[in-house]
């Protein structure tokens, strides 16, 4: 036992580092590029941050770990808004762009309805399964959404005058590109072994497993990212980030993992899906109290609370 979670925690170590790296030698491309704060948050820092999540799952996909799939989706975007959009906004309220309140949440409150529809009511079979040919949907909802931020980009005034994202020079920028690549592969496959390992022996659920533990591991990299821009008072980057990951997940990442193998669906994880389709609209109602477009700590103190007692239910 002890010799499988030294693995998981080790893993996890090379998940994050990768992420890290991966975001460093990305936003540092982007810099040079003169891409705008909002575009990169929601593209380049919200893709670099679930690469734990999509490496993980290749992985488990590969392997047929069915729950573990679903549970790392489904509980990492659940952990990203609850735990994530929580803290940071009880460490600073986080003032939210108009073009985010009415199209980026909304387009990753359909990314879950999508979910939830494509999983209960389209089954190729008796069995409940994500198939191919539904994975292809999540693709093209993927692709939709990167149109819409080029689009947006387009039309967004360029203004970075945040000093604390870094640029490198061209060698050192692909150096951190690759190499993040290379320790998020090789943690990912540490992840999913431990996981799996560590689930058999003491007898727990894989999806239990996929929902908590692999969740919030692979979830780490989105609350370094969003604390650290809300401490530097980037609210563009931290809510970027999280509402970025939640449609990446979903759309690209499942998508993918799907299309490699079918993911069978246990109706289960229908439970954690309206927990994430009551917290996007939660969110999105957020927007209007106090007309202000933000997050305030007493909002981020609610959804914080709401998951501890989400996460007490499923450990019961």
Do not use: C
Request: cysteine-free.
């Amino acid at each position: 036992m002890i010799i499988p979670l030294i693995l998981l925690a080790f893993g996890f170590v090379l998940l994050i580092k990768g992420a890290n790296f991966l975001i460093d030698g990305s936003v540092s491309l982007a810099r040079k590029h003169k891409v705008s704060d909002l575009a990169i948050g929601l593209t380049i820092v919200a893709f670099g941050t679930s690469m734990p999540e999509l490496v993980v799952n290749l992985f488990a996909s590969l392997d047929g770990h069915s729950a573990i799939v679903l549970g790392n989706i489904v509980g990492s975007n659940n952990f990203n808004l609850f735990v994530i959009l929580g803290i940071t906004a009880i460490i600073s309220p986080l003032a939210v762009q108009s073009v985010t309140v009415w199209r980026e949440i909304p387009f990753s409150l359909l990314a879950a309805i999508a979910l939830l529809l494509l999983a209960n009511l389209f089954p190729a079979s008796a069995n409940l399964a994500i198939t191919r040919a539904e994975s292809l949907l999540l693709l093209s909802l993927f692709i939709l959404f990167l149109y819409y931020i080029f689009k947006q980009m387009k039309k967004t005034p360029v203004v970075n005058d945040n000093q604390n994202t870094p640029m490198f020079n061209s060698s050192k920028t692909w150096l951190y590109v690759v190499g993040g690549l290379i320790l998020l592969v090789t943690g990912g496959k540490l992840v999913v072994d431990s996981a799996v390992d560590i689930a058999t022996q003491i007898g727990i659920s894989q999806k239990v497993i996929g929902l908590t533990i692999i969740a919030a591991g692979t979830s780490l990299p989105e609350l370094v990212t969003s604390v650290t821009a809300a401490l530097k008072k980037n609210s563009d980057i931290a809510v970027g980030n999280i509402i970025g990951s939640n449609i990446f997940n979903i759309t690209l990442i499942l998508g993918t993992s799907a299309f490699v193998s079918p993911v069978r669906y246990d109706k289960a994880f229908n439970l954690d899906l309206y927990m994430l389709i009551a917290g996007t609209l939660l969110l999105f109602i957020a927007m209007f109290s106090g007309g202000n477009k933000r997050l305030d700590r007493w909002e981020g103190a609610v959804l914080l609370s709401i998951y501890v007692g989400y996460t007490i239910y499923l450990l019961r």
